[in-house]
């Protein structure tokens, strides 16, 4: 049984910082794509990190870049998104996801099998 359960979410101020964490079980991360994803109200869900298998390669969505940091900690099973410089527009559900296929698609969703069930960002 696969769960995923993300952490760390909250309210900040602008150009706070915030730290997720996703604690996994059922799968061993470092052989997993994993990535966050985020969804604003009324708007479709955004890839916004991802760390593939192994945990070197890392991408990121362009407006994320240079401000959050993707990381993975094979012995906790657990991986990170580092989140700093807030900006209101950063606010939204933010899910943790794996990709048993590593299908490097970085931020397609449907390459995802395993989801979290969200943690809560506001920025205001």
């Known amino acids: 049984h696969v769960q995923l359960v993300e952490s760390g979410g909250g309210s900040v101020q602008p150009e706070g910082s915030l730290r997720l964490s996703c604690e996994s079980s059922?799968?061993?991360?470092?052989?997993?794509?994993m990535g966050w994803f985020r969804q604003a109200p009324g708007k479709q869900r955004e890839g916004v990190a991802a760390?593939?298998?192994?945990?070197?390669?890392?991408s990121y969505v362009g407006s994320v870049k240079g401000r959050f940091t993707i990381s993975q900690d094979t012995a906790k099973n657990t991986i990170y998104l580092q989140m700093n410089s807030l900006k209101p527009e950063d606010s939204g559900v933010y899910y943790c996801?794996?990709?048993?296929?590593?299908?490097?698609?970085?931020?397609?969703?449907?390459?995802?099998?395993?989801w979290g069930h969200g943690t809560q960002v506001t920025v205001s």
């Open positions: 760390i593939y298998a192994g945990g070197i390669s890392t």
């Open positions: 059922g799968i061993t991360i470092r052989t997993y794509s």
């Open positions: 996801a794996a990709d048993s296929q590593n299908s490097g698609s970085g931020f397609d969703a449907r390459t995802y099998d395993y």
